[in-house]
Every structure is written in structure tokens, then in C-alpha cells.
């Protein structure tokens, strides 16, 4: 399977298993109404421990990426440049696919990460525009990660919606299983 299409496959299987884990958020809740006080203290910190550890992983080692300036901008050539999308629920998510290759300590490296927190678009038009300013066989400066080279971004930013969808649905979920 090529980079490309397992970065496609890990954001579908991301979606489905923040539907799979409010499903089981739900079914916490319901099951949750017996008056079991045992059952309601096991709901409680299991409900903390799925919503509270990911969330704090993801957030603390993104914010070590940020103030740690361990990022060298280098020289990066696109090697393929287009718009794909897939339906979910009905919904068009649409993902602007930019691979590129660099060069870091003698090694050759290639990477389809645009920014941190790069998750498909919901709106089409937003994702266009990624493909227009990344041309195909045209070399750009990418920010590369000096601790890990495989770890590179063609624009060292965060995608904040993503950021804030992800604590929202964190915070969704702590609601729903307090329910």
C-alpha cells in the first residue's frame, strides 16, 4: 500500500472510530441507568481514561513539536499533485493528495503531509487551492523534523479546526458518557 492511500485509509478509520467509541459512549450511558453503584464508578473512569489519555498524548506531543524548533526548512520537489475525495454519511470530505520527495542527511525522503493536524476538507473549493499553489515537478521549501526526518509538513502550521474538533468531540464524548 503506497503512503498516499494509507493516509486516506488512517483518516476513514479515525472517523469511524470516534463513531465507534460515541456509539460505546451511548450504550455506557444507557446502561448506566441501572442503579448498579459499582457499574456508574467503572463508567466514570473509563469514560475519563478513553477521552482524557488521547487527548492528552496528542496535545502534549504536538505541543513539544511546537516549542521544540527542531523543524530545518529544505529544499522538497512535488511529485504528484491532486483532489480526491470520499462520501462519508453522505458528506463529501475532500483531500488535496501533494506527495514530494527531499533530501535530508544524504537520505531520500518522501512525505504527503501538507500541515500538522492535515485532515480532509469539507469544502472543495479550500482544497483546490492547495492543489493550485502545489504544481506538480516544482520544488517548494518544506520544514522537515530534525529528530525524525519522516516526519515533514509542506507549511509548518496547525490546522486549527482540526485542533478544535478533536477537543470538541473529546468534550462530546465526557457529556454523552455522563449521561
Request: aromatic share 14%; proline share 3%; net charge positive.
Amino acid at each position: 500500500m503506497n503512503p498516499i492511500t494509507k493516509k486516506n485509509s488512517n483518516t476513514l478509520s479515525t472517523i469511524w472510530l470516534y463513531l465507534i467509541i460515541i456509539l460505546f459512549a451511548f450504550l455506557l450511558g444507557r446502561l448506566k441507568q441501572s442503579n448498579i453503584i459499582l457499574f456508574d464508578r467503572i463508567s466514570f473512569i473509563l469514560s475519563w481514561i478513553i477521552t482524557l489519555i488521547p487527548f492528552i498524548y496528542g496535545s502534549v506531543k504536538l505541543l513539544l513539536q511546537l516549542l521544540v524548533n527542531n523543524w530545518v526548512k529544505i529544499e522538497c520537489k512535488i511529485l504528484r499533485s491532486e483532489l480526491t475525495h470520499v462520501s462519508l454519511l453522505g458528506f463529501y470530505l475532500y483531500s488535496p493528495i501533494i506527495e514530494y520527495e527531499f533530501l535530508f542527511e544524504g537520505k531520500t525522503y518522501r512525505s504527503s503531509t501538507i500541515y500538522r493536524l492535515h485532515k480532509p476538507i469539507l469544502i472543495r473549493k479550500k482544497a483546490e487551492e492547495l492543489i493550485q499553489k502545489y504544481q506538480r515537478n516544482e520544488i517548494y521549501k518544506c520544514c522537515v523534523y530534525q529528530r525524525n526526518p519522516d516526519t515533514s509538513v509542506l507549511e509548518n502550521k496547525i490546522s486549527y479546526i482540526s485542533f478544535l474538533l478533536f477537543t470538541s468531540l473529546s468534550i462530546l464524548l465526557l457529556f454523552i458518557m455522563e449521561l
